[in-house]
């Protein structure tokens, strides 16, 4: 008795776990789990290392939305990615996209809009050079934490981080309407 031998598609549909792939408003709930810890977090080391995550979450979400805008639908004769047109230009307002014609699954993304590019701005520091410098600038922690070494130079950090926040969440939003 001869067993039929699994195509290579059925093989990979078997196999896949379809619960392990994070849904696209994924990073929109780990941008919110980071800051939920960071908004309560009085210890300066800790609060450095929740909002660098928080940085590194928004950056991804840009990042992660534009590649998506670029790659999710399909066409369906050619089997080629079609950009999504209405999102890019939802996410263009907050960031410069460039997408490698050789590479359409390879997106790079530049803060463009006040918010982002602070966060950009933070988030490169802290990711290309050193760890992020926090200071107290009062002793309502961890409200008066400031992104600085300089007093009364420094930028709050929950507060760009909320506005941020609020930002991706609007984007999120547009881009799903």
Same mark, same amino acid.
């Given at each position: 008795?001869?067993?039929a !031998? /699994?195509?290579?598609a059925?093989?990979?549909?078997?196999?896949?776990?379809?619960s %392990?792939?994070?849904? /696209?408003?994924?990073?929109?709930?780990? @941008?919110e789990?980071?800051y939920g810890? %960071?908004s309560?977090e009085?210890g300066?080391e800790?609060?450095?290392?929740?909002? &660098?995550?928080?940085?590194?979450?928004?950056?991804?979400?840009?990042? &992660? &939305? %534009?590649?998506?805008a670029?790659v999710? $639908?399909?066409?369906?004769? !050619?089997?080629?990615?079609v950009q999504?047109?209405?999102?890019?230009?939802?996410? #263009?307002?907050?960031?410069? $996209?460039? #997408?490698?014609?050789?590479k359409?699954?390879?997106?790079?993304?530049?803060?463009?809009? /006040?918010?982002?590019r #602070?966060?950009?701005?933070?988030?490169? %520091? *802290?990711?290309?050079?050193?760890p992020?410098?926090?200071?107290?600038?009062g002793?309502?922690?961890p409200?008066?934490?400031?992104?600085? &070494?300089?007093?009364?130079?420094g930028t709050p *950090?929950?507060?760009l @981080?909320?506005?941020?926040l609020?930002?991706?969440?609007?984007?999120?939003?547009?881009?799903? #309407?």
């Amino acid at each position: 008795m001869h067993t039929a !031998t /699994p195509s290579a598609a059925e093989d990979i549909l078997e196999r896949l776990d379809l619960s %392990a792939i994070a849904d /696209p408003g994924d990073k929109l709930r780990e @941008c919110e789990f980071f800051y939920g810890l %960071a908004s309560v977090e009085e210890g300066r080391e800790r609060f450095r290392w929740l909002i &660098s995550a928080f940085l590194n979450a928004a950056y991804s979400f840009f990042e &992660s &939305s %534009a590649l998506s805008a670029f790659v999710r $639908i399909t066409d369906h004769e !050619t089997g080629e990615p079609v950009q999504d047109s209405e999102a890019v230009e939802i996410l #263009q307002r907050y960031v410069k $996209i460039t #997408q490698r014609k050789n590479k359409p699954y390879y997106v790079t993304t530049e803060g463009m809009h /006040p918010i982002t590019r #602070q966060l950009y701005k933070f988030r490169a %520091a *802290a990711t290309h050079h050193f760890p992020l410098s926090i200071m107290a600038s009062g002793p309502a922690l961890p409200e008066d934490f400031e992104f600085g &070494s300089l007093r009364g130079e420094g930028t709050p *950090a929950l507060a760009l @981080c909320r506005e941020a926040l609020d930002l991706i969440r609007e984007v999120e939003k547009e881009i799903e #309407q």
